[in-house]
């Protein structure tokens, strides 16, 4: 993998009845609108609502599903205190607020409020 690979929800998806989004999701949409580099140096991929999520499964394993998730690669830097974790040799974040920190380290963009 030679970019990093952001595993997002839909901006909208039929779920519980009724059309939803995902805030966490909407939370990397807002940093990435606020810091488009990043954006153009991240690979971007959809998952469906339902699992499993076959792509996330293949990397991460069954248990590592939840969007957004961001996995790093293989030549990315790494920094203390950002979450970072590790599963089949793949190094990941799995949640806004430590994908936020990371990106913060990584790209010298804000920290997010309240860490």
């Known amino acids: 993998m030679t970019r990093d690979i952001?595993?997002?929800l839909p901006p909208g998806f039929a779920d519980n009845s009724r059309r939803e989004y995902c805030p966490e999701c909407a939370e990397m949409w807002g940093l990435l609108?606020?810091?488009?580099?990043?954006?153009e140096a991240v690979d971007i991929r959809y998952q469906p609502i339902d699992k499993p999520?076959?792509?996330m499964v293949e990397l991460l394993g069954d248990k590592n599903q939840n969007c957004?998730?961001?996995?790093l690669?293989?030549?990315a830097p790494a920094f203390e205190d950002c979450g970072i974790m590790t599963?089949?040799?793949q190094r990941f974040l799995n949640n806004a607020r430590d994908i936020g920190k990371y990106y913060a380290a990584?790209?010298?963009t804000p920290m997010p409020r309240g860490n």
Request: charged share 30%; net charge positive; proline share 8%.
């Open 53 to 55: 999520r076959a792509e």
């Open 73 to 75: 690669a293989e030549d």
């Open 106 to 108: 990584r790209f010298g």
């Open 6 to 8: 952001l595993f997002l």
């Open 68 to 71: 957004p998730t961001l996995c």
């Open 87 to 89: 599963r089949r040799g």
């Open 33 to 39: 609108s606020y810091f488009p580099a990043i954006k």
